[in-house]
């Protein structure tokens, strides 16, 4: 079955990094894009970054452009989300997705997801 676990989430001041790391199975993994979303408190799930199956093309969402990169490892099954320059707004849980057959809501595929808190 297809499994995605997140991990690399925790609390880091305003302007530091951190790397979240989401672990695929189940599924051939360099077949699929695959995209990390974010939720906050009281707010919508939101697309963060997303990355082809071969990491050729990339798109973020306006808020995160030039602070954080979305990369896979796909030796390792692995994706990955580097964030630079953490802001008291980026505090969220953190969700690694996988859309095996798009608009097909049982052929997506959630983690479960990592917090990451930035504040001083």
């Known amino acids: 079955q297809v499994q995605l676990v997140e991990s690399g989430g925790g609390l880091v001041q305003p302007g530091g990094s951190l790397r979240l790391s989401c672990a695929a199975s189940?599924?051939?993994?360099?077949?699929?894009?695959m995209s990390w979303y974010r939720q906050a408190p009281g707010k919508e799930r939101e697309l963060v970054a997303a990355?082809?199956?071969?990491?050729?093309?990339?798109n973020y969402a306006d808020s995160v452009k030039g602070r954080f990169t979305i990369s896979r490892d796909n030796a390792k099954n692995t994706v990955y989300l580097q964030m630079n320059s953490l802001k008291p707004e980026d505090t969220a849980v953190y969700y690694c997705?996988?859309?095996?057959?798009?608009?097909?809501?049982?052929?997506?595929?959630w983690g479960q997801g990592t917090q990451v808190t930035v504040s001083s």
């Open positions: 997705n996988v859309e095996l057959i798009p608009k097909l809501p049982e052929y997506d595929y």
């Open positions: 189940g599924f051939t993994f360099s077949s699929y894009a």
């Open positions: 990355i082809t199956s071969a990491g050729g093309s990339t």
